[in-house]
């Protein structure tokens, strides 16, 4: 099983350049999310969502769009990059169905610098 | 806002010792899932154990088990017969209802 899967995995971009990270799950779930893990920071919420065409912000949006048109994808927009979301960004997924309780499953992770 | 607290950035055990990480949390909801992800230098998150905070009884897989007080909102984690690959961060994690609020993590040295 393929889990979730993001690409790339790693990319270095100049200021104000634009990009997208990829997140795809075969899971079926319902709720998936993406964190940046900074030194010292441990992971934060930058956007969730719970299906199709639904979305919402975690604690650091700024900077960051998403959408939601399918069930399996998730991808994740740097509109106008800068040196501080220079970070490692992780997507993860979770049966809604298990509520709170629901493992939340991560892939692998995305090493994205910026100069 | 909920907060998760990891006061200990880096701790070490003897192999085959026993240590204790911590957590705390701040919360004012009365019912939520607490989470021990484990993440090895090959950046994976691995989930280790989890809790429900209406469920008195502390958590148990294998070597890994949690002292849970409600009351104090701490939560740590006791791995037992530490081993190699045990070495890696630890991070305690928040779930009231959807969003997951990490710590900063604690990070784990295995002494052979």
């Known amino acids: 099983n393929a889990g979730v899967t993001q690409t790339p995995k790693f990319q270095v971009l100049k200021t104000g350049q634009s990009m997208t990270l990829q997140c795809a799950q075969d899971m079926n779930h319902e709720y998936m999310s993406w964190y940046r893990q900074d030194p010292g920071m441990g992971l934060r919420l930058i956007h969730y969502s719970v299906g199709a065409g639904i979305t919402d912000q975690g604690e650091v949006p700024n900077g960051y769009n998403v959408s939601r048109s399918t069930t399996e994808d998730f991808p994740l927009r740097l509109l106008s990059a800068a040196p501080s979301q220079t970070s490692v960004y992780f997507c993860?997924?979770?049966?809604?169905?298990?509520?709170?309780?629901?493992?939340?499953?991560f892939g692998e992770g995305s090493r994205l610098t910026v100069l | 806002a909920q907060t998760v607290t990891q006061s200990q950035p880096e701790m070490s055990v003897q192999e085959a010792e026993t240590v204790t990480l911590s957590c705390t949390y701040d919360?004012?909801?009365?019912?939520?899932?607490l989470f021990w992800y484990k993440q090895p230098p090959s950046r994976q998150m691995i989930l280790v154990i989890r809790?429900?905070?209406?469920?008195?009884q502390n958590a148990t897989e294998n070597r890994f088990s949690v002292n849970f007080q409600k009351a104090a909102k701490s939560f740590s984690l006791k791995i037992s017969d530490s081993q190699l690959g045990d070495a890696a961060m630890y991070f305690c994690?928040?779930?009231?209802?959807?969003?997951?609020?990490f710590g900063t993590g604690t990070r784990l040295t295995i002494i052979p």
């Open positions: 993860a997924s979770s049966n809604l169905a298990g509520g709170p309780a629901g493992e939340l499953f």
């Open positions: 919360t004012s909801e009365s019912d939520y899932y």
């Open positions: 809790q429900e905070a209406y469920k008195q």
């Open positions: 994690a928040y779930r009231p209802l959807l969003k997951l609020t």
